[in-house]
C-alpha cells in the first residue's frame, strides 16, 4: 500500500476535489434535530472520534479508533510558511493552488501518522533539531524494556535508524540472502523459474521486524550516506531508504488544512525508462505507469496520479527529494547496483510523447548543493576505464606488469614520493618448505563440474555437504576452514569451488594517503561476500621470526594467524527460517599450524591494505591440495557493500603475550579514525 497503512490512503476511484475549492463556507451551522421524537438520537462526533456505537466515519474522516486526540495538536500556534525558496518551473502540469500548512523542507511532521498511531511532532524535523530530540528519547524507549531480544532490534530503532542500526540490518540481510540462495542453489528447480532469494529474505525480515526507519520522511535518512550502495531492491526498503520494493517513486500522503496529497520522497533511476542527461547532477526523469518498459503489455498515456501526483505536488512544494540511481553491475553485467545520489529538487516537468508513441511524464531534479560525490564518482572512473580521460598522479596503470588479469594502477596526488619502496610482485603464497598436515588429505574425484549434495565429492562433504559459495561466487557464511577443489582434483577449472583461486576479479588502484603512507581501494563496487584477493608473501617459521624479531621492528608487512582479532557476527541467524543452530557453523577459525606471511620482499596488493578497527575486509583460511601437497592460504572477503574509490582494510589484530604482558610487544598507533577505534593495532 503506498501511504504506508490503511488510513493514509485516498477511497478508491477518482474524486475531484477541485470542485471543494468554490463552494464558501457557512458562518454558522445549526444542527437539524429530528422531527420525530421517535427518531435516532442526533450525533455529534468529532471528525476523528472517538464514535459511538453504530456511527461510522466516512471520507476524509478516517483515523485509526486509537488514534490520538488531534484537538491536541500542540502546533496549532505555530505560523506555517511555504519552503523558503525553490526553482520556478519553465513548463508545468500543475492543478489549482492549495494551501498546505505542514508540509516543510524537513519530515512531514504533524501532518503525517506514525503506523502505530503515534504522532510525529514538527520540532523533530531534519538537522540539529531532530538530532537533540532523538537524544532525550532514545533512553526513555530503550530503558521502558521495548526491546525485541528476538530480532535485537528496538522499537525506536525501528522508527529512527542510525549508522550501527543501518549496517546490523544490512549485514543480517545479505547473510540471510546468501544463505536462501545456497539453499536454492542445492535444488533442482524447473526451468524458467526464476529464484528471488533476495525478495524472500526481505519479507522474512520484515516479517521478524528486523528492519529500520520506518517511519516515512522527507529528506535524510538517519544511517544512510551519500554514496552507499545497494544490491537489492529489498535493501533500500529495509532500511527505510526507498519503501517500495517494484516501483520507481516513493511517496507518502500528508494531510493538509483542506485535503490529502501525495509528497514525493525518493525516486529510483534503474534504467527502466530513458532517464538521462549530460550533467551528472542533473536526472531527467520519466514518470511510472503507462507500461512504457513492459514488452508483453500494450503502452498507454501516463496517468496524473499515485507518483506521478506526488512529483508535480513536490515540483509545487520545492520539498526535496531522494535519488537512487541503479547502474550495471562491473563485476556481475547480469545484476545491478544502486547508490543512493542525495538529495535533489525537482526544476520543471512537462509531457511528451516517448518511443512507445504515449504520454509520457518528464520531470527534471536538480541535485543540490554542497554534497559530496556519488554518481559523478562513477562516470569519472567509467571514462578513466574507458580511457577518455587520464587518471590525475597516476604513476604505474599496472604495478603487477600482468601478473595479475586485472590491472592494478599506482596513483599518487598528494605528494612527490614516485612508488613504495621495491618488491618482487607475486599473487600466491610461497612456502618456504613443506607444511604437511598430520593427517593426509584428497582432492574430490569429480569428472565434471562439482555438485552441492553430492555424497561423493570429498570437497563437498568437507564443506558439510554444501558448496562454501553461491552461484555467482559469493561467499555464504565464515567458516573453521574452507575446502576448495584445487590443481589435484580432476573437476573442471571453471567448477564453482575455486573462487579464491580466479585472481582478482575486482580493479583495483594502490595511491598514496595523508597520513598513513600506501594504501588500497577499488574501482568497482564491491559486493558483500566477494572474494577480492589472498594474502600473499612468504611463510615464515614463528620461532625464525621471533629471532629476527629486533631485524623486522619497523616491517608492517607481516599477517600473523596467531594474534587475537576482534569477534564480529557475520553469519546468518537460523532462528529466521526454522533452522536448528546446528545448521549455523561457527565463525571462530581452526588453522592446523601458526601460520606468519612475510610480504616485505614479496608479495601482492593485500601488502597494502592498511589496519582498520572497523574494517570493510575480512579473513578466511582457505585449503585446497596442490601437487599432492595440502596448504593453507589466507583469503581477504568484502565484510559489507564497499562502494567505488572507497579504501580497504582489514583488522591487524593485537599480538599474544607469551608472558602474559602485551607491552612486551611493539604497538603501533591506529589512524583509522572510526568511532571505534581502539587507539593501536600489532
Not at 350 to 353: C, I, L
Not at 355 to 365: A, D, I, Q, R, V
Not at 552 to 559: A, M, R, S, T
Not at 621 to 628: A, D, G
Given at each position: 500500500?503506498?501511504g504506508?497503512?490503511?488510513y493514509?490512503?485516498?477511497?478508491?476511484g477518482?474524486?475531484?476535489?477541485?470542485?471543494v475549492l468554490?463552494?464558501?463556507?457557512f458562518r454558522?451551522l445549526y444542527p437539524?434535530?429530528p422531527s420525530?421524537?421517535?427518531?435516532?438520537?442526533?450525533v455529534?462526533?468529532?471528525?476523528?472520534g472517538?464514535?459511538?456505537?453504530?456511527?461510522?466515519?466516512f471520507?476524509?474522516f478516517?483515523?485509526?479508533q486509537n488514534?490520538p486526540?488531534?484537538?491536541?495538536?500542540?502546533?496549532?500556534n505555530?505560523?506555517?510558511?511555504?519552503?523558503?525558496?525553490?526553482a520556478a518551473?519553465?513548463?508545468?502540469?500543475?492543478?489549482?493552488?492549495?494551501?498546505?500548512?505542514?508540509?516543510?523542507?524537513?519530515d512531514v511532521?504533524?501532518?503525517?501518522?506514525r503506523k502505530k498511531?503515534?504522532?510525529?511532532?514538527?520540532?523533530q524535523?531534519?538537522?540539529s533539531r531532530?538530532?537533540?530530540?532523538?537524544?532525550?528519547?532514545?533512553?526513555?524507549?530503550?530503558?521502558?524494556g521495548?526491546?525485541?531480544f528476538a530480532?535485537?532490534?528496538?522499537?525506536?530503532?525501528?522508527?529512527?535508524?542510525?549508522?550501527e542500526v543501518?549496517?546490523s540490518?544490512l549485514?543480517?540481510?545479505d547473510?540471510?540472502r546468501?544463505?536462501?540462495?545456497?539453499?536454492?542453489?542445492?535444488k533442482?528447480?524447473?526451468?524458467?523459474?526464476i529464484?528471488?532469494?533476495?525478495l524472500?529474505?526481505?519479507?522474512i525480515?520484515?516479517?521478524?521486524?528486523?528492519?529500520?526507519?520506518?517511519?516515512?520522511?522527507v529528506?535524510t535518512?538517519?544511517?544512510?550516506?551519500?554514496g552507499?550502495i545497494?544490491f537489492f531492491?529489498?535493501?533500500?526498503?529495509v532500511?527505510?531508504?526507498?519503501?517500495?520494493?517494484?516501483?520507481g517513486?516513493?511517496?507518502?500522503i500528508?494531510?493538509?488544512?483542506?485535503?490529502?496529497?501525495?509528497?514525493a520522497?525518493?525516486i529510483?533511476?534503474?534504467g527502466?525508462?530513458?532517464?538521462d542527461?549530460?550533467?551528472?547532477?542533473?536526472?531527467?526523469?520519466?514518470?511510472?505507469?503507462g507500461?512504457a518498459?513492459?514488452k508483453?503489455?500494450?503502452?498507454?498515456?501516463?496517468?496524473l496520479e499515485?507518483g506521478?501526483l506526488?512529483?508535480?505536488?513536490?515540483?509545487?512544494?520545492?520539498?526535496?527529494v531522494?535519488?537512487?540511481?541503479?547502474?550495471?553491475?562491473?563485476?556481475s553485467?547480469?545484476?545491478?547496483?544502486?547508490?543512493y545520489?542525495?538529495l535533489?529538487?525537482?526544476?520543471e516537468s512537462?509531457?511528451?510523447?516517448g518511443?512507445?508513441?504515449?504520454?509520457?511524464?518528464?520531470?527534471?531534479?536538480v541535485?543540490?548543493?554542497?554534497?559530496?560525490?556519488?554518481?559523478s564518482?562513477?562516470?569519472?572512473?567509467q571514462?578513466?576505464?574507458?580511457g577518455?580521460s587520464?587518471?590525475?598522479?597516476?604513476?604505474?596503470?599496472d604495478?603487477?606488469?600482468?601478473?595479475?588479469?586485472t590491472?592494478?594502477?599506482?596513483?599518487?596526488?598528494?605528494?612527490?614520493?614516485?612508488g613504495?619502496?621495491y618488491f618482487?610482485?607475486?599473487p600466491?603464497?610461497k612456502?618456504?618448505?613443506s607444511?604437511?598436515?598430520?593427517?593426509?588429505?584428497f582432492?574430490?574425484?569429480?569428472?565434471?563440474a562439482?555438485l552441492?549434495?553430492?555424497?561423493?565429492?570429498s570437497c563437498?562433504q568437507?564443506?558439510?555437504?554444501?558448496?562454501?559459495y553461491?552461484?555467482?561466487g559469493?561467499?555464504v557464511?565464515?567458516?573453521?576452514?574452507?575446502?576448495e577443489?584445487?590443481?589435484?582434483?580432476?573437476c573442471?577449472?571453471?567448477?564453482?569451488?575455486r573462487?579464491?583461486?580466479?585472481g582478482l576479479?575486482?580493479?583495483?588502484?594502490?595511491?598514496?594517503?595523508?597520513?598513513?603512507?600506501?594504501a588500497?581501494r577499488?574501482?568497482?563496487?564491491?559486493?558483500?561476500?566477494?572474494f577480492?584477493c589472498?594474502?600473499a608473501?612468504e611463510?615464515?617459521?614463528k620461532?625464525?621470526?621471533?629471532q629476527?624479531g629486533?631485524e623486522?621492528?619497523?616491517?608492517?608487512?607481516?599477517?600473523d594467524?596467531?594474534?587475537?582479532?576482534d569477534?564480529?557476527?557475520?553469519?546468518y541467524?537460523?532462528?529466521?527460517?526454522?533452522e536448528d543452530?546446528c545448521?549455523?557453523?561457527?565463525?571462530?577459525y581452526?588453522?592446523?599450524f601458526?601460520l606468519?606471511?612475510s610480504?616485505?620482499?614479496?608479495?601482492?596488493v593485500?601488502?597494502f591494505m592498511?589496519h582498520?578497527?572497523?574494517p570493510?575486509?575480512?579473513?578466511q583460511?582457505?585449503?585446497?591440495?596442490?601437487?599432492?601437497e595440502?596448504?593453507v592460504?589466507?583469503?581477504?572477503f568484502?565484510?559489507?557493500?564497499?562502494?567505488?574509490m572507497?579504501?580497504?582494510?582489514?583488522?591487524?589484530?593485537i599480538?599474544r603475550?607469551?608472558e602474559?604482558?602485551?607491552?612486551?610487544?611493539?604497538?603501533?598507533k591506529?589512524?583509522?579514525?572510526?568511532?571505534?577505534?581502539?587507539?593501536?593495532?600489532g
Open positions: 500500500m503506498e504506508g497503512s490503511d493514509n490512503t485516498v477511497p478508491q477518482l474524486i475531484d476535489k477541485t470542485k468554490e463552494v464558501k463556507p454558522s437539524v434535530l420525530s421524537p421517535e427518531g435516532p438520537a442526533f455529534c462526533a468529532p471528525p476523528y472517538p464514535f459511538p456505537a453504530g456511527f461510522s466515519p471520507y476524509p478516517i483515523a485509526p488514534g486526540d488531534l484537538s491536541q495538536n500542540n502546533h496549532s505555530q505560523a506555517h510558511t511555504p519552503p523558503a525558496s525553490f518551473p519553465i513548463r508545468s502540469f500543475r492543478s489549482p493552488e492549495i494551501n498546505f500548512s505542514d508540509v516543510s523542507n524537513g511532521g504533524s501532518s503525517v501518522w498511531g503515534g504522532r510525529v511532532p514538527n520540532s524535523g531534519s538537522g531532530q538530532k537533540k530530540a532523538k537524544k532525550s528519547s532514545v533512553s526513555d524507549l530503550v530503558a521502558s521495548s526491546k525485541d530480532v535485537g532490534i528496538s522499537s525506536y530503532e525501528r522508527d529512527e535508524g542510525n549508522t543501518v549496517n540490518v549485514i543480517r540481510f547473510a540471510l546468501r544463505r536462501l540462495s545456497q539453499i536454492e542453489d542445492a533442482e528447480s524447473p526451468a524458467g523459474i529464484k528471488r532469494a533476495d524472500k529474505a526481505g519479507n525480515l520484515l516479517t521478524k521486524g528486523v528492519r529500520t526507519n520506518m517511519r516515512k520522511r529528506g535518512v538517519p544511517g544512510v550516506e551519500i552507499d545497494f531492491r529489498m535493501e533500500l526498503c532500511i527505510g531508504l526507498h519503501s517500495q520494493s517494484m516501483a517513486i516513493d511517496y507518502m500528508s494531510r493538509g488544512d483542506l485535503e490529502e496529497e501525495p509528497v520522497l525518493s529510483v533511476s534503474s527502466g525508462y530513458d532517464d542527461a549530460e550533467d551528472s547532477d542533473i536526472l531527467v526523469y520519466t514518470g511510472q505507469g507500461n518498459n513492459k508483453d503489455k500494450q503502452s498507454s498515456d501516463q496517468k499515485r506521478n506526488a512529483l508535480e505536488r513536490s515540483l509545487r512544494r520545492g520539498n526535496e531522494r535519488v537512487i540511481r541503479g547502474m550495471k553491475d562491473a563485476i553485467p547480469n545484476s545491478k547496483v544502486y547508490v545520489d542525495g535533489y529538487r525537482i526544476q512537462w509531457m511528451e510523447k518511443k512507445s508513441g504515449c504520454n509520457m511524464f518528464k520531470y527534471k531534479l541535485r543540490m548543493p554542497g554534497q559530496p560525490g556519488a554518481f564518482v562513477w562516470k569519472l572512473i571514462k578513466w576505464k574507458d577518455l587520464s587518471r590525475v598522479g597516476l604513476i604505474l596503470p604495478l603487477t606488469s600482468g601478473a595479475e588479469s590491472p592494478v594502477s599506482l596513483v599518487n596526488d598528494v605528494d612527490d614520493e614516485k613504495p619502496a618482487t610482485y607475486f600466491r603464497v612456502y618456504t618448505k607444511f604437511r598436515l598430520t593427517e593426509p588429505s582432492g574430490c574425484n569429480c569428472r565434471s562439482c552441492p549434495g553430492n555424497p561423493n565429492c563437498m568437507k564443506n558439510g555437504g554444501d558448496f562454501p553461491t552461484a555467482n559469493i561467499l557464511s565464515r567458516k573453521p576452514m574452507i575446502y577443489c584445487g590443481p589435484s582434483c580432476p573442471t577449472s571453471s567448477c564453482k569451488n573462487v579464491s583461486q580466479t576479479r575486482v580493479h583495483l588502484e594502490v595511491f598514496k594517503t595523508k597520513d598513513k603512507g600506501w588500497l577499488t574501482w568497482d563496487p564491491i559486493r558483500a561476500g566477494t577480492i589472498e594474502y608473501g611463510v615464515v617459521d620461532v625464525k621470526s621471533r629476527d629486533e623486522g621492528e619497523n616491517d608492517d608487512y607481516v599477517f594467524t596467531t594474534r587475537v582479532y569477534s564480529f557476527k557475520w553469519n541467524e537460523p532462528g529466521l527460517i526454522d543452530d545448521n549455523n557453523s561457527t565463525e571462530e581452526d588453522i592446523p601458526p606468519i606471511i610480504s616485505k620482499n614479496g608479495g601482492n593485500a601488502r592498511n582498520s578497527c572497523s570493510n575486509v575480512f579473513w583460511p582457505v585449503m585446497f591440495e596442490q601437487n599432492n595440502t596448504f592460504h589466507i583469503a581477504f568484502a565484510m559489507r557493500h564497499i562502494p567505488p572507497t579504501e580497504l582494510a582489514y583488522d591487524y589484530g599480538a603475550s607469551d602474559g604482558n602485551s607491552d612486551s610487544h611493539r604497538k603501533s591506529c589512524l583509522c579514525g572510526s568511532p571505534r577505534c581502539r587507539g593501536y593495532f
